[in-house]
């Protein structure tokens, strides 16, 4: 059974930094990807970067140049580095292992195969 465990959300100001981890148990296929996605009251979900298990990322217009996804070589660990925090950037942030067509893609849905944590909330305050 595969369990996805974030960690490291919090309040910052504008400008500021955070670094969100996942603690991943369980088996991941090789083709699914690692990542994350958010989503704001009112919003829709976003993908904001993924990774593959050759380690090659993916990630959203709107995070590029400020955020970066890492994970060890089992697997086992992800990380998001988000710098320069905006507003925007405030959500529930939830860590994902999904198919590399579909989260690799930037695309996420219920519907999809793959496993979902319950989430950490970032806030970023102006």
């Known amino acids: 059974q595969v369990q996805l465990v974030e960690s490291g959300g919090g309040s910052v100001q504008a400008g500021g930094s955070l670094r969100l981890s996942c603690e991943v148990s369980g088996y991941i296929y090789r083709s699914f990807c690692l990542g994350w996605f958010r989503q704001a009251p009112g919003k829709e979900r976003e993908v904001v970067a993924a990774?593959?298990?050759?380690?090659?990322?993916t990630y959203a217009d709107s995070v590029k140049g400020r955020f970066s996804i890492s994970q060890d070589n089992a697997r086992s660990a992800l990380s998001l580095q988000m710098n320069s925090l905006k507003s925007e950037d405030t959500a529930m942030y939830y860590c994902a292992a999904g198919p590399y067509e579909r989260l690799c893609r930037l695309v996420v849905s219920s519907a999809d195969s793959g496993y979902w944590g319950q989430g950490t909330q970032v806030t970023v305050s102006s």
């Open positions: 990774i593959d298990d050759e380690g090659r990322a």
